[in-house]
């Protein structure tokens, strides 16, 4: 399974989703907005994460972000 740091996991469950193509689709757009470099980066590795996981990875990891 994929390893998200703590930090991917949180900007995964800022933009938890019915799905995880939802999900990078919904971070993709919010980085247009976003200015600083380190976030852009830890955005855009969450994304590139989330398209490696299969839905059912992605449905543990959402279970796992609720607390």
Do not use: C, P, W
């Amino acid at each position: 399974m994929t390893h998200f740091t703590e930090e991917e996991k949180l900007i995964a469950d800022m933009f938890r989703s019915n799905g995880r193509l939802i999900a990078v689709s919904k971070i993709r757009a919010a980085m247009a907005d976003v200015d600083n470099d380190e976030l852009l980066d830890l955005m855009q590795s969450t994304a590139d994460k989330l398209l490696l996981i299969s839905e059912k990875e992605y449905r543990q990891l959402d279970e796992s972000l609720i607390t």
